[in-house]
């Protein structure tokens, strides 16, 4: 009887001092788990206060991207060791027209990995677009140029999620960040005068030329007959006129 007491005590004492079982199954165990394998990405993208009103810049927040705005002199984000130009289609004609995107191509230059995105190929023809009449040959053309001339690939997205989604691709590749110290594309004043005439439709740098070696000054270009002009803008230069002569509208 005696050992079977002292027996039954120590079972109890083993009982005591035996360290509790967690069960590896329970659902509070797998919730800390996941919550340790679900990273935010790390990577700050920086971006160009003027795209504070881009979707991008929202979609890249809700991946859970920390983002920086700042005034960038050459593109729209900056990814490590990439600077990304945005366009939309829209801003993509419009600007390849007015010739901005002809300087904005020649300042990505300073930077080794650049990319040009075109977004909204879902939403919009890209070789269509009602609002400006242009050849679609001179559209691919110019992607060709871009390819080709300037080194640039281009990335065609469907909207601003799939841009947002490229560039946290892009923020998982290894490489090294770069300098913001970037400088935008000062004008000659030879290139000043032809930037200003080549914003007219239907005046190239070609005919921007012409017109400067004929005439010496804008001035003299916009005092010129129609006539004159027509010699070497032939039938555009009633549009040029009609431009000159037209009243601003600040309601538009």
């Keep these: 009887m005696e050992l079977n007491l002292i027996n039954r005590k120590n079972y109890k004492m083993k009982i005591l001092n035996s360290k509790p079982i967690f069960d590896i199954f329970s659902k509070k165990s797998s919730i800390k788990n996941n919550q340790h394998k679900t990273k935010l990405p790390e990577e700050k993208i920086i971006i160009d206060y003027r795209e504070k009103n881009s979707l991008v810049n929202i ?27 945005r366009k939309t289609i829209s801003d993509f004609i419009n600007s390849m027209i007015n010739k901005r995107l002809l300087k904005q191509l020649e300042e990505l230059q300073q930077y080794k990995n650049k990319l040009l995105i075109i977004e909204g190929i879902s939403e919009k023809d890209l070789y269509n677009d009602e609002n400006y009449s242009i050849n679609p040959n001179a559209i691919r053309g110019f992607l060709l140029s871009i390819l080709l001339k300037h080194k640039i690939p281009i990335i065609y997205t469907k909207n601003s999620e799939d841009t947002a989604r490229f560039i946290s691709v892009l923020s998982k590749k290894k490489s090294t960040t770069i300098s913001l110290k970037a400088n935008k594309k000062n004008l000659s004043k030879n290139e000043q005068l032809e930037f200003i005439l080549e914003g007219f439709p239907g005046i190239g740098p070609k005919k921007a030329k012409l017109l400067l070696k004929k005439f010496g000054t804008l001035q003299n270009i916009i005092l010129a007959p129609t006539e004159e002009l027509e010699k070497i803008l032939g039938k555009r230069a009633s549009v040029i006129s009609e431009i000159l002569e037209r009243k601003y509208n600040p309601k538009k």
């Design 59 to 85: 979609q890249l927040q809700k991946i859970g991207f920390e983002i920086e705005f700042r005034e960038l002199k050459v593109g729209d984000y900056i990814v490590k060791d990439v600077v990304i130009e």
